[in-house]
T-cell receptor
Framework: KAGVTQTPRYLIKTRGQQVTLSCSPI?????VSWYQQTPGQGLQFLFE???????NKGNFPGRFSGRQFSNSRSEMNVSTLELGDSALYLC????????????????FGPGTRLTVT | KQEVTQIPAALSVPEGENLVLNCSFT??????LQWFRQDPGKGLTSLLL?????REQTSGRLNASLDKSSGRSTLYIAASQPGDSATYLC?????????????FGKGTLLTVNP
């Protein structure tokens, strides 16, 4: 079973530009979450999608947005990039947990390293 | 607001030593706790997941325990090897209806010296 894949693995952008990151979950997983990891703040939750709907959102500005497609693949978009957006962006997928007691175990991808100059 | 603390922030041990990593959390109403390993510049690899109703989980040389009432978890690594060198993160999950939230500690950087 293939793991979570993220593309691209590395990105260099300039301040003010926008960027789109992609995440393909493990086959059969319908929940996709996004996290930002920086040395200072650690891992911070951005948002979670399930069945093409955003179910949960962290405390990030509106410049950070996402979406999920019918095949559960997800994209994350950051507009008007700032230097502080430089980070490792991780996505994780898990089983649906639709009212049944499931483990919600998170499986992470390798991440996309975004550098804003 | 859930806060997760991991102590120590860094640990250096000689090969073969048994060691314990600590994780504490402020809100004991958790759904589960998960331990991850992260190699430099890489994603997270799930090591062990403990449901709130469980006390411990074991996988090979790893054993994780959970004491929900005191808000603590430990990850025990037996007979450490240089390949165990990585950052170890714990994360607690809270579930409300169909929503869940995972809160991470900042990790313990482990170095196992040959």
């Amino acid at each position: 079973k293939a793991g979570v894949t993220q593309t691209p693995r590395y990105l260099i952008k300039t301040r003010g530009q926008q960027v789109t990151l992609s995440c393909s979950p493990i086959s059969g997983h319908r929940s996709v979450s996004w996290y930002q990891q920086t040395p200072g703040q650690g891992l911070q939750f951005l948002f979670e999608y399930f069945s093409e709907t955003q179910r949960n959102k962290g405390n990030f500005p509106g410049r950070f947005s996402g979406r999920q497609f019918s095949n559960s693949r997800s994209e994350m978009n950051v507009s008007t990039l700032e230097l502080g957006d430089s980070a490792l962006y991780l996505c994780a997928s898990s089983l649906p947990g639709t009212g049944q007691r499931t483990f919600y175990e998170q499986y992470f991808g390798p991440g996309t390293r975004l550098t804003v100059t | 607001k859930q806060e997760v603390t991991q102590i120590p922030a860094a640990l250096s041990v000689p090969e073969g030593e048994n060691l314990v990593l600590n994780c504490s959390f402020t809100d004991s109403a958790i759904y589960n706790l998960q331990w991850f390993r992260q190699d430099p510049g890489k994603g997270l690899t799930s090591l062990l997941l403990i449901q709130s109703s469980q006390r411990e989980q074991t996988s090979g040389r790893l054993n994780a325990s959970l004491d929900k009432s005191s808000g603590r978890s430990t990850l025990y690594i037996a007979a450490s090897q240089p390949g165990d060198s990585a950052t170890y993160l714990c994360a607690v999950m809270k579930v409300r209806g169909s929503n869940y939230k995972l809160t991470f500690g900042k990790g313990t950087l482990l170095t196992v010296n040959p």
